[in-house]
């Protein structure tokens, strides 16, 4: 519990026969006794939220002779709950300390989770600064969706401008981008669980082959890319899954979910969590299966975790966490235009595998000093393995069409054509230590924050000829198939450093600044061998050589970055922030060999700048919004050209400027036109993203002007949701129009073209979603069908796995949940 001090006197106002009294209170800092204004008093049992005024009063009529709990919100003080039970009218003074925001985490879950399913970050949580950033926060407590298949589009509904593709495996791999950044396993942003990297390699190789189910989450932390300064220095920004804690109540809490859903979906999740003394855990297991809705789909995984903690004192605690995923899936391969539009159904790849084995290693401490300042130690590592065999056309031929390409069968269970393996083997570890300091200048009050992050990694990649059967068998066949062109074998160390800074200057009660500074050194490698083989016009090989290839990119640099905000009045707040980002080449962009193009020896690393400006804030509990303009520009933007030689090539391809508008508004209609105690509940919500995009400059001929690719112009979702007490339901509407997957703004190609499939546009879509919920004791029942409208559509045009092609989304589809609490 947050220490407060309340020093109070009571005047007698006279006997009254009515059931409430009048409760008068003022607001002052603790330190210098100045009045506090602008502060939120959120009655509990009312939910009634008042603001003190400019001398720190506020009036509130609560009930009397019975326990009232107040909680008092201030941007720059610590947040303080009261229990006050009163027979009489009262006249209460309260004394707030200044903590820069350092709230409760019951606090700030609470203030999170009262009217509104969204909300963002405040400026100071525990060792983090997010002063003047744009960030938003998904609260999973008020979310009504397919939780158990992790539906992408409606959890990450409420988060404005991002653009996902849809893998069809239950939430398995999460992929999204936003403001023209590619949204393949989620690579542009820096992916946490709980504060710690999850990617294969956060510098070498940022996928994300992971993601965290929903239905262990309380959170969902989005920062843009001002977030470059403390998180990495993406282009993306950060993206932080905040797993539960243990329950506080109670040694053993036991929660199981089952659901069943279309194309033979099942789910498990079960849960355990408790609190004994100093001691606390939350684990679970998380069981899925499914067929797919197209043949050659059929999945399984097996995921745990498991967080143990052990709190010291009220100020100190040091955390273990443990994380598991395995899972196999069949891969359906993808589609021409064609072949799309004859019956998205169809696949022509039955012997296509992909497998994660992801393990997460963490070690957390966190301790605070004296109510000033906070320090944080994270501790973490990776042992995992990504494994993907499969036929995606004979890489020997590139005249044919990879994807319209059949794999031709001996006769028996196996095929003339080996299939194409790649295995790649992550190993690595980090450290991150943070210090964050509130201090006052003249009696102004400021925040510090210094961090320092140290990366290793040893990685590894093989890739060869796998076996020419149809079994999810990872084995190298090298000896059956010796001439294989794409083989190579690399070792990758990377390693990085990293330092960084930030400072709130508040300037005044309602201006702050907040320079901010990182260096960042980086060196990757790669060291190992290829072979290459050339074959004469019937096939065949006349020429086979192993090469070495042995490279170091080192460089060292600093990122600058500056926030500001203004908060004129309560509930509004104008920001504006500007970052430096940086996007190092990774060792897929370097060795990795694919059929649908080639990778310019040249290639190097993305440089460029975020910048937003907009406003945002609640009025009272009734209305949530935030209004933004953005730019982005794009330096050395890596994509795929034609070359003179009609050959696709990965390389850079010159400057980009991305810009737009991104709108956010949630309106609770009954705190707005009725009663805030009733039993009903209405809101809707508008995300919209007005997005613009050009090439400035570049040495490709038929580039400059042309729009960027992966940015749809619109993007816009629509939400509902009603209910009466325990049931819920939601409605969402989701439009995306059209966008191109190449700088060249291709059109699709003519049928037969060797990159039909594979470039052209993704043509406008849109989608309704419906889920309901109710909740009877400690029961849960939840339903509903995604994609209610039946649409025929695609996310995605794949240039490698599970590819190439387009990947068709999944119709219709229903799925039915049970929940219950022990």
Same mark, same amino acid.
Request: glycine share 8%; net charge neutral.
């Given at each position: 519990?947050?220490?407060?001090?309340?020093?109070?006197?009571?005047?007698?106002?006279?006997?009254?026969?009515?059931?409430?009294?009048?409760?008068?209170?003022?607001?002052?800092?603790?330190?210098?006794?100045?009045?506090?204004?602008?502060?939120?008093?959120?009655?509990?049992?009312?939910?009634?939220?008042?603001?003190?005024?400019?001398?720190?009063?506020?009036?509130?009529?609560?009930?009397?002779?019975?326990?009232?709990?107040?909680?008092?919100?201030?941007?720059?003080?610590?947040?303080?709950?009261?229990?006050?039970?009163?027979?009489?009218?009262?006249?209460?003074?309260?004394?707030?300390?200044?903590?820069?925001?350092?709230?409760?985490?019951?606090?700030?879950?609470?203030?999170?989770?009262?009217?509104?399913?969204?909300?963002?970050?405040?400026?100071?949580?525990?060792?983090?600064?997010?002063?003047?950033?744009?960030?938003?926060?998904?609260?999973?407590?008020?979310?009504?969706?397919?939780?158990?298949?992790?539906?992408?589009?409606?959890?990450?509904?409420?988060?404005?401008?991002?653009?996902?593709?849809?893998?069809?495996?239950?939430?398995?791999?999460?992929?999204?981008?936003?403001?023209?950044?590619?949204?393949?396993?989620?690579?542009?942003?820096?992916?946490?669980?709980?504060?710690?990297?999850?990617?294969?390699?956060?510098?070498?190789?940022?996928?994300?082959?992971?993601?965290?189910?929903?239905?262990?989450?309380?959170?969902?932390?989005?920062?843009?890319?001002?977030?470059?300064?403390?998180?990495?220095?993406?282009?993306?920004?950060?993206?932080?899954?905040?797993?539960?804690?243990?329950?506080?109540?109670?040694?053993?809490?036991?929660?199981?979910?089952?659901?069943?859903?279309?194309?033979?979906?099942?789910?498990?999740?079960?849960?355990?969590?408790?609190?004994?003394?100093?001691?606390?855990?939350?684990?679970?297991?998380?069981?899925?299966?499914?067929?797919?809705?197209?043949?050659?789909?059929?999945?399984?995984?097996?995921?745990?975790?498991?967080?143990?903690?052990?709190?010291?004192?009220?100020?100190?605690?040091?955390?273990?966490?443990?994380?598991?995923?395995?899972?196999?899936?069949?891969?359906?391969?993808?589609?021409?235009?064609?072949?799309?539009?004859?019956?998205?159904?169809?696949?022509?790849?039955?012997?296509?595998?992909?497998?994660?084995?992801?393990?997460?290693?963490?070690?957390?401490?966190?301790?605070?000093?004296?109510?000033?300042?906070?320090?944080?130690?994270?501790?973490?590592?990776?042992?995992?393995?990504?494994?993907?065999?499969?036929?995606?056309?004979?890489?020997?031929?590139?005249?044919?069409?990879?994807?319209?390409?059949?794999?031709?069968?001996?006769?028996?269970?196996?095929?003339?054509?080996?299939?194409?393996?790649?295995?790649?083997?992550?190993?690595?570890?980090?450290?991150?230590?943070?210090?964050?300091?509130?201090?006052?200048?003249?009696?102004?009050?400021?925040?510090?924050?210094?961090?320092?992050?140290?990366?290793?990694?040893?990685?590894?990649?093989?890739?060869?000829?796998?076996?020419?059967?149809?079994?999810?068998?990872?084995?190298?066949?090298?000896?059956?198939?010796?001439?294989?062109?794409?083989?190579?074998?690399?070792?990758?160390?990377?390693?990085?450093?990293?330092?960084?800074?930030?400072?709130?200057?508040?300037?005044?009660?309602?201006?702050?600044?907040?320079?901010?500074?990182?260096?960042?050194?980086?060196?990757?490698?790669?060291?190992?061998?290829?072979?290459?083989?050339?074959?004469?016009?019937?096939?065949?090989?006349?020429?086979?050589?192993?090469?070495?290839?042995?490279?170091?990119?080192?460089?060292?640099?600093?990122?600058?970055?500056?926030?500001?905000?203004?908060?004129?009045?309560?509930?509004?707040?104008?920001?504006?922030?500007?970052?430096?980002?940086?996007?190092?080449?990774?060792?897929?962009?370097?060795?990795?060999?694919?059929?649908?193009?080639?990778?310019?020896?040249?290639?190097?690393?993305?440089?460029?700048?975020?910048?937003?400006?907009?406003?945002?804030?609640?009025?009272?509990?009734?209305?949530?919004?935030?209004?933004?303009?953005?730019?982005?520009?794009?330096?050395?933007?890596?994509?795929?050209?034609?070359?003179?030689?009609?050959?696709?090539?990965?390389?850079?391809?010159?400057?980009?400027?991305?810009?737009?508008?991104?709108?956010?508004?949630?309106?609770?209609?009954?705190?707005?036109?009725?009663?805030?105690?009733?039993?009903?509940?209405?809101?809707?919500?508008?995300?919209?993203?007005?997005?613009?995009?050009?090439?400035?400059?570049?040495?490709?001929?038929?580039?400059?002007?042309?729009?960027?690719?992966?940015?749809?112009?619109?993007?816009?979702?629509? @939400? /509902?949701?009603?209910? $009466?007490?325990? !049931?819920?339901? =939601? +409605?969402? #509407?989701? %439009?995306?129009?059209?966008?191109?997957?190449?700088?060249?703004?291709?059109?699709?190609?003519?049928?037969?073209?060797?990159?039909?499939?594979?470039? @052209? /546009?993704?043509?406008? $879509?849109?989608? !309704?979603?419906? =889920? +309901?919920? #109710?909740? %009877?004791?400690?029961?849960?029942?939840?339903?509903?069908?995604?994609?209610?409208?039946?649409?025929?559509?695609?996310?995605?045009?794949?240039?490698?796995?599970?590819?190439?092609?387009?990947?068709?989304?999944?119709?219709?589809?229903? #799925?039915?949940?049970?929940?219950?609490?022990?």
């Amino acid at each position: 519990m947050i220490r407060f001090t309340v020093y109070s006197f009571l005047v007698f106002c006279g006997f009254s026969l009515s059931a409430q009294v009048k409760l008068e209170g003022q607001v002052f800092s603790a330190i210098d006794s100045n009045a506090l204004a602008a502060v939120e008093v959120f009655h509990v049992q009312s939910e009634n939220l008042v603001i003190t005024n400019t001398t720190g009063a506020f009036k509130l009529f609560v009930d009397a002779k019975s326990t009232q709990d107040l909680v008092f919100f201030s941007y720059q003080y610590q947040s303080t709950k009261v229990q006050l039970n009163l027979s009489q009218d009262s006249s209460l003074k309260f004394y707030l300390h200044p903590l820069g925001e350092e709230l409760d985490e019951v606090l700030i879950q609470q203030k999170r989770s009262e009217a509104f399913r969204g909300s963002r970050l405040n400026e100071v949580e525990g060792t983090a600064v997010y002063a003047g950033k744009k960030s938003e926060v998904i609260v999973l407590e008020n979310t009504v969706a397919n939780l158990a298949a992790n539906n992408a589009r409606q959890v990450f509904a409420q988060v404005v401008g991002l653009n996902i593709y849809e893998n069809n495996d239950a939430g398995l791999q999460l992929n999204i981008g936003g403001r023209g950044l590619d949204p393949n396993r989620s690579s542009n942003f820096n992916v946490r669980q709980n504060g710690y990297d999850i990617s294969a390699d956060v510098l070498g190789y940022p996928e994300s082959y992971y993601t965290p189910t929903a239905e262990a989450l309380d959170e969902i932390q989005v920062v843009r890319g001002a977030a470059s300064l403390q998180y990495g220095t993406q282009f993306g920004g950060f993206l932080n899954f905040k797993m539960k804690g243990p329950a506080k109540d109670t040694s053993l809490a036991i929660v199981q979910r089952n659901t069943l859903g279309s194309f033979g979906l099942f789910t498990n999740f079960t849960s355990l969590s408790g609190t004994k003394g100093k001691w606390g855990y939350y684990s679970f297991f998380n069981y899925k299966e499914g067929q797919g809705w197209r043949p050659n789909s059929q999945f399984s995984s097996r995921n745990v975790y498991a967080h143990l903690e052990y709190n010291f004192t009220s100020e100190t605690q040091l955390a273990a966490e443990y994380t598991l995923l395995n899972y196999l899936a069949k891969q359906a391969g993808g589609l021409t235009d064609s072949q799309f539009e004859r019956d998205p159904l169809y696949s022509n790849r039955s012997r296509n595998w992909f497998q994660v084995n992801w393990q997460l290693y963490a070690l957390k401490f966190k301790h605070r000093f004296a109510n000033t300042a906070d320090f944080s130690v994270n501790l973490f590592a990776l042992n995992a393995q990504r494994y993907a065999v499969g036929f995606r056309g004979n890489p020997n031929n590139l005249n044919a069409n990879p994807i319209s390409q059949l794999d031709e069968q001996n006769g028996d269970d196996t095929y003339l054509n080996p299939r194409d393996l790649i295995k790649g083997r992550f190993a690595n570890a980090g450290a991150e230590i943070r210090y964050l300091q509130r201090y006052a200048i003249r009696n102004t009050k400021s925040v510090f924050l210094i961090g320092s992050k140290y990366y290793h990694a040893q990685n590894s990649a093989l890739q060869g000829p796998g076996s020419n059967a149809s079994d999810a068998n990872f084995s190298l066949a090298q000896s059956e198939f010796p001439d294989y062109a794409s083989q190579s074998e690399f070792e990758f160390p990377n390693r990085n450093f990293s330092l960084f800074s930030e400072n709130i200057f508040y300037l005044s009660p309602k201006f702050s600044l907040t320079p901010g500074m990182r260096f960042e050194y980086i060196k990757t490698a790669s060291a190992g061998t290829y072979q290459l083989v050339n074959f004469d016009n019937a096939g065949n090989p006349i020429f086979r050589d192993t090469l070495s290839d042995n490279r170091d990119f080192e460089r060292a640099f600093v990122l600058a970055g500056l926030g500001a905000s203004f908060k004129p009045k309560t509930g509004l707040e104008l920001y504006a922030n500007f970052s430096q980002n940086y996007r190092s080449v990774t060792f897929s962009d370097i060795r990795t060999v694919n059929p649908t193009f080639i990778i310019d020896p040249d290639i190097s690393d993305e440089t460029g700048f975020t910048a937003d400006i907009g406003t945002r804030g609640k009025i009272k509990e009734k209305i949530s919004f935030d209004l933004s303009l953005f730019s982005l520009l794009y330096n050395n933007r890596i994509g795929i050209i034609l070359n003179n030689r009609a050959q696709r090539v990965r390389k850079n391809i010159g400057n980009a400027l991305i810009y737009g508008a991104e709108t956010f508004l949630e309106v609770n209609w009954l705190n707005t036109f009725g009663k805030s105690d009733s039993p009903y509940q209405l809101s809707s919500f508008v995300n919209a993203a007005f997005t613009s995009s050009r090439y400035l400059a570049s040495e490709d001929n038929n580039v400059v002007g042309k729009r960027v690719e992966f940015i749809p112009q619109t993007n816009l979702k629509l @939400g /509902l949701k009603g209910g $009466y007490k325990k !049931l819920v339901a =939601s +409605l969402q #509407y989701t %439009y995306i129009s059209e966008q191109f997957t190449d700088v060249e703004n291709s059109a699709v190609p003519m049928a037969g073209d060797l990159r039909e499939g594979i470039i @052209g /546009l993704i043509p406008a $879509y849109q989608i !309704l979603d419906f =889920s +309901l919920s #109710y909740q %009877y004791q400690r029961y849960t029942l939840e339903a509903g069908c995604n994609n209610l409208a039946n649409e025929i559509y695609f996310t995605r045009r794949a240039t490698g796995y599970p590819g190439p092609g387009i990947i068709p989304s999944d119709p219709r589809s229903f #799925y039915l949940s049970l929940g219950v609490k022990f």
